[in-house]
């Protein structure tokens, strides 16, 4: 689903901040091994998430669903220098891969992998956040949420991905197989009336929810 045209599109990423080598790297080694490559955060939504960091300045982050590890290196060009990303992933083919582009970067030993199921994961870790990113199995959303915002610091800041679906959250009529669409309309609503939160919901991508801990 595009919002703009591919001209204006490409003249959005040409007046914001290039990606770096590094990043470039990563983007071409996963689209040349890593099944899926789509899934990575890519470019322009890469700065996004840097940004959005930059202006947390968050001490501890915490991301569900690493993939290879282009979102936790933007997000991690914020952390504090005395700060700590946890990043989950369930994927045991794509731990050495990510450790090492973390160790290529300036944040390798401030970046903690954690391998299995996040609903298991997040309540064994001893922290707060102050910023966390959900990029995973769209059907977990709703439960994601309940057990990062006791964990999210008062002005806190969750990133939501895929929040559109590729324009499906529109369609009431989606197939009964279908487990994702109706899921992430769930997860859209209760970020819109959980007084917990405020949110604003940006047409970036396929969608990305800004979530503040109020």
Known sequence: MHFLSEDLDTYVVNHSENEPELLQQLTRETYQKILQPRMLSGHYQGRVLSMISKLVNPKNILEIGTYTGYSALCLAEGMQKSGEMHTIDI?????????????????????????????????TLNKTFDLVFIDADKENYVKYFELIIERLNPGGVIISDNVLWSGKVLDTTFKKDDTSTPALIAYNKLLKEDPRVETVLLPI???????RKV
């Open 91 to 123: 994927n045991e083919e794509l731990v050495d891969f990510q450790r090492l582009y973390f160790d290529k970067s300036d944040f390798g030993k401030q970046i903690h992998q954690h391998l299995g199921n996040a609903l298991d994961i997040i309540p």
């Open 205 to 211: 991508r396929d969608g990305l929810t800004i979530s």
